[in-house]
T-cell receptor
Framework: SQQGEEDPQALSIQEGENATMNCSYK?????LQWYRQNSGRGLVHLIL?????REKHSGRLRVTLDTSKKSSSLLITASRAADTASYFC??????????????FGEGTQLTVNP | DTGVSQDPRHKITKRGQNVTFRCDPI?????LYWYRQTLGQGPEFLTY????????KSRLLSDRFSAERPKGSFSTLEIQRTEQGDSAMYLC?????????????FGAGTRLSVL
């Protein structure tokens, strides 16, 4: 069963605005990752944040992690129409051997209108 | 293009038929994963290999499903006696285990439709 939950399920914004997506999870983790998926395609890794990190940046992406609340957020700044996609958080559970399964949330469908 | 290729991209079959999908991972990656994704949901883990050894199988992987990675390179996923509930996107991913990171590189998937 999915342990992650993304919020909101769908988000529609105008180009140039910022988009914030949230993710909650249930178990202790080694790290948390965000992936992007264009319609009908595979997933592309965006960013990884370790359990001992609180914030990480990569280009227009900013990820935060609050392990006490078991939650993470992904901020995309200055959004572009090309950012339109589904975004998933994925956790690598602490009790699993490193390098095994990822548990994905249900995703946020982001639409950026030109 | 992530470097992980899956074949075929689409498969339409009749209920009760057997189907086989192939995944070619990034060549230097030692781990290979299979996930299933239904519409509007995130991927769900099915199984993974380290080299040729199958190390974990999900409860989702019923006895009609079998996966192999015979030489530690490409992998196949076979579904026997397909059911309509098997209709989904089947995703393959590979990774190179390094420290605590587990960044997985996904193929474009095989979309299965069971009629």
């Amino acid at each position: 069963s999915q342990q992650g939950e993304e919020d909101p399920q769908a988000l529609s914004i105008q180009e140039g605005e910022n988009a914030t997506m949230n993710c909650s999870y249930k178990t202790s983790i080694n790290n948390l990752q965000w992936y992007r998926q264009n319609s009908g395609r595979g997933l592309v890794h965006l960013i990884l944040i370790r359990s001992n990190e609180r914030e990480k940046h990569s280009g227009r992406l900013r990820v935060t992690l609050d392990t006490s609340k078991k939650s993470s957020s992904l901020l995309i700044t200055a959004s572009r129409a090309a950012d339109t996609a589904s975004y998933f958080c994925a956790t690598d559970a602490r009790e699993e051997t490193s390098g095994s399964r990822l548990t994905f949330g249900e995703g946020t469908q982001l639409t950026v209108n030109p | 293009d992530t470097g992980v290729s899956q074949d075929p991209r689409h498969k339409i079959t009749k209920r009760g038929q057997n189907v086989t999908f192939r995944c070619d991972p990034i060549s230097e990656h030692n781990r290979l994963y299979w996930y299933r994704q239904t519409l509007g949901q995130g991927p769900e883990f099915l199984t993974y290999f380290q080299n040729e050894a199958q190390l974990e199988k999900s409860r989702l992987l019923s006895d009609r499903f079998s996966a192999e990675r015979p030489k530690g390179s490409f992998s196949t996923l076979e579904i026997q006696r397909t059911e309509q509930g098997d209709s989904a996107m089947y995703l393959c991913a590979s990774s190179l285990v390094a420290g605590a990171k587990n960044i997985q590189y996904f193929g474009a998937g095989t979309r299965l439709s069971v009629l």
